[in-house]
Every structure is written in C-alpha cells, then in structure tokens.
C-alpha cells in the first residue's frame, strides 16, 4: 500500500518533462492517473525526451507500475478540451482528488518579451497557456472534490513569476506565473472549509532532458552562479515537493507556495 493507493490523480502535461516525472511519482506512491497532454507523443519533438521513455507512453509507463492510468490529449488553453479530458478521466478512474496543474510554458526568447514591448500575440498564448490552462482544469475538478470534501491541488508556477528580470525580459511568462501564485491563495480560502488544499510549486532552474541542452548553449555558469546550491535542480527534487503536497504530509498546509530552486532567489549576482 503506498501513501495514495486508491487515489485518482490528474497530471497536465504529463507526456514529457516535469509532468511525465509527476505522473510516474504519483503512480509509485499508489495513485491511479489521468494524463493530459496536447499530444501524448510530444517527447518526439526532443530526442533526449524520447530516449527516456520505457514504454510506447507515459500512459503505458504508469500502467506498467501497476495502477490504471489514461490518457486524454486536450489543448490546455482550450475550456471544452479540458472539460472533456477530465471527464474522460474521471469516468474511466473514478472522482479525482488530486490535481497537478503543470501545464504551461513560455514562448519565444528568453532575452525578448519586454514588459511594455511584448507580442501580443504571444502574449495572448502564454497567458492562455499558463493562467487560463490551469482556471479551466480546477474549474472542472473543483466540483468532485467539493462534493467529497476533500482533495488536493497543486498549481505550478516558477521562480519566474517570483523575481522579475532585472531587464523586463520575458514578461508574458512572469505574470501569468505570478498571477497563478495569486489564484492559488484564492482557491485555498475558497476551497479549505471543503477540506480541500490548494499549494502551489515554484521551480528554479530545472534540468529536464529538453532544458540541459539550453542550459549549456546559453552557458550554464550565468545560471550557476545565482543558485545558492551550485547545481541545477532534478525533475525528481520537484516530485518530492509533488510528495509532500498531494499526501497526508500536507494536511495542515495550504495557500503555500513550495519553492524548489535551489536556493536561486536568496542571491543577486552583479557583474
């Protein structure tokens, strides 16, 4: 019996990265899980993704560790899809009582996007991707867990939406990162005479397979050396806080936002 056998979970974007890694960690710990992705193949899009794959999915890797898990492809930023993943989901596996908000992404180079110069096209897309991806999955889980009383939500934000770039660079991500901070406080009033928790996880500098390759063309020391800890942090150091805040070891817990960053925000690094 692990700590969530029994349990229905709901990880968005789970085909690859960080949310792949949150859905196997849920699965490990007994969870059953839902996966929503886009496209549930979109490790193609990146070789070091594909190579860490043991299964033709990650809905194939989660029922080879012995829970039901399915899968449901959904544009995140789209209200009906994700309506009808989760309900796909919650037919086929039952009420969800845990939900990993992890959708999302920036677009376009991490050096442009100015505050008062972003494209707003892009912008639009990032906003929709990030804040409204993550209102329209609670908005569609909310109502189980209230019926039940219980459950457990985390959202995901980033360090970006916690520090501002000293240039205003990349100010699309930022915000809608801060506004889901925000969003999460909201839901933690609205939602705690439910028994329900709603925490938010801040990453710092992860290095997923996709994002090392990055990591070493941009020059991995401008990221170094503003990271108390002097290394980059795991998929697996986010899935632990996964842990904490989806289990019983939360309970008293919410409206928090968990950073994992290594220690990045304690340090201002002039040139």
Sequence with gaps: MGKLT?????????????????ALHLAKLGANVGAI??????????????????????VEELQALGVKAVGAEADISNQEQVFAAVKKISDELGDVSI?????????GPL?????SQMDLDIYQKVVARNLHGTVYTVTAVAPMMKK???GKIVTVASIGGQMANFDGTYAHYGLSKAAIIHYTKLLANELGPY?????CIAPGFISTARLKTGFKAAGEEK????????????????AYGIEFLTTDMSDYVTGHVL????????KVYIE
């Excluded at 029994?6 to 949150?22: M, N, Q």
């Excluded at 886009?38 to 990650?58: C, G, H, K």
């Excluded at 050096?111 to 505050?115: F, I, M, V, Y």
């Excluded at 028994?195 to 925490?199: E, M």
């Design 195 to 199: 028994g329900i928790n709603a925490n």
């Design 37 to 58: 992705d886009i496209n549930l193949r979109s490790f193609q899009e990146f070789q070091a993704e594909a190579d860490q794959l043991t299964a033709e999915t990650v």
């Design 148 to 150: 039940n009383r219980t």
């Design 223 to 238: 990221f170094l050396r503003n990271i108390s800890l002097q290394r980059f942090g795991t998929p697996e150091d986010c």
């Design 6 to 22: 029994g349990k229905t979970a709901i990880v968005t974007g789970a085909a690859r990265g960080l949310g792949r890694v949150y």
């Design 111 to 115: 050096t442009e996007g100015k505050a």
């Design 99 to 107: 939900l990993i908000c992890n959708a999302g992404g920036g677009m």
């Design 259 to 266: 950073e994992v960053n290594g220690g990045t925000n304690n």
